[in-house]
């Protein structure tokens, strides 16, 4: 069975563009998180989708939007970037069920590089 | 003071030595608990699951202390292939069952 897929894997960008990241899940799951990994931290929160719904969001600016689509597949969407926001992009899906209990696995992220 | 606290090391041991790393987290509603291990440049993978029964898979034991909020991982009999980075995580569970990860504890086995 396929894991969680994300596209693309590398993408370099400039100060003030637009990003849209893509991330389908395992079969049968239907939660998808994102998150944002800086080089020496441990992956940030960003968002969680359940159900196509907006389940919890961590601490990051209006820039940051997602969406989840009927298929559960999910897109991240990054406007205005900066350099900060050079980062390893993590999508994780769960389930079946929402509950915390279910482990999230993770696709091989995309590596976003802002010049 | 953060969420989720781990040394950050790197631990160097040789190979066959029996490594212990240490997590403390801060919220006390937080409900489930794991290990990942992540490669560089790679995605972090689940390594286990951490119940306060304490669980064993192969080489790797994890422990946890609800009253302390403490998480432990030990490692046996280390290979060279258990150099890695460790995350300690978090969930406080219910409908936004969002990871709080720890900075990650990096390990090198060596010969």
């Known amino acids: 069975d396929a894991g969680v897929t994300q596209s693309p894997t590398h993408l370099i960008k400039t100060r003030g563009q637009h990003v849209t990241l893509r991330c389908s899940p395992i079969?049968?799951?239907?939660?998808v998180s994102w998150y944002q990994q800086v080089l020496g931290q441990g992956p940030q929160f960003i968002f969680q989708?359940?159900?196509?719904?907006?389940?919890g969001r961590g601490n990051f600016p209006d820039r940051f939007s997602a969406r989840q689509f009927p298929n559960y597949s999910s897109e991240l969407n990054v406007n205005a970037l900066l350099l900060g926001d050079s980062a390893l992009y993590l999508c994780?899906?769960?389930?079946?069920?929402?509950?915390?209990?279910?482990?999230?696995?993770f696709g091989d992220g995309t590596r976003l590089s802002i010049l | 003071r953060k969420e989720v606290e781990q040394d950050p090391g790197p631990f160097n041991v040789p190979e066959g030595a029996t490594v212990a790393f240490n997590c403390t987290y801060s919220?006390?509603?937080?409900?489930?608990f794991f290990w990942y291990r992540q490669d560089c440049r790679k995605e972090p993978k689940l390594l286990m699951s951490?119940?306060?029964s304490g669980n064993e898979d192969g080489r790797f034991t994890a422990q946890l202390n609800r009253a302390s909020q403490y998480i432990s991982l030990l490692i046996r009999d280390s290979k060279l292939s258990d150099s890695a980075t460790y995350l300690c995580?978090?969930?406080?569970?219910?409908?936004?069952?969002?990871?709080?990860f720890g900075t990650g504890t990096r390990l090198q086995v060596t010969l």
């Open positions: 994780a899906s769960s389930g079946p069920g929402q509950g915390a209990v279910q482990p999230q696995h």
């Open positions: 079969s049968g799951h239907k939660s």
């Open positions: 989708y359940y159900e196509k719904e907006e389940r």
């Open positions: 919220n006390s509603a937080s409900q489930s």
């Open positions: 951490v119940y306060s």
């Open positions: 995580v978090v969930s406080r569970g219910g409908t936004a069952s969002k990871l709080t």
